[in-house]
């Protein structure tokens, strides 16, 4: 998809944003245009912080849902792509603990 403002991103739902990394905390990091900055969770993938790299310009594509960018792909300048995670809606819960029970 073609990358939005981090501004103008939409609550919910699929986005593409480009940006520079400008801070990393663990397997997040916030990604910074002139629009202004978005945290991005990177999941199992940017646990170390050696996804990114700061200052690094970087396109993420994912889902943004409550108050996160979580990402599916994080491409680098140089082309290279990474896939992170599931494209898609977050799976529905699993009902409880006696989700199991049938009667």
């Known amino acids: 998809t073609t990358p ?12 593409t944003v480009k940006g520079q990394v400008a801070e990393i ?18 999941g ?13 310009p970087v396109t993420v594509q994912g889902r943004f849902d409550d108050g996160f960018l979580r990402a599916s ?14 494209v898609g809606p977050p799976p529905p819960p699993h009902g409880g603990p006696r989700a199991w029970f049938k009667p």
């Open 73 to 86: 792909f994080v491409v680098h300048a140089d082309g290279r792509a990474e896939a992170i995670g599931p």
């Open 44 to 56: 199992r993938a940017g646990e170390g912080g050696k996804l990114v790299a700061k200052d690094e």
């Open 25 to 42: 905390y663990g397997n997040k990091f916030v990604l910074q245009d002139s629009s202004g900055r978005a945290l991005v969770e990177t």
């Open 4 to 15: 939005v403002a981090i501004a103008s991103m939409p609550t919910t739902g699929l986005v």
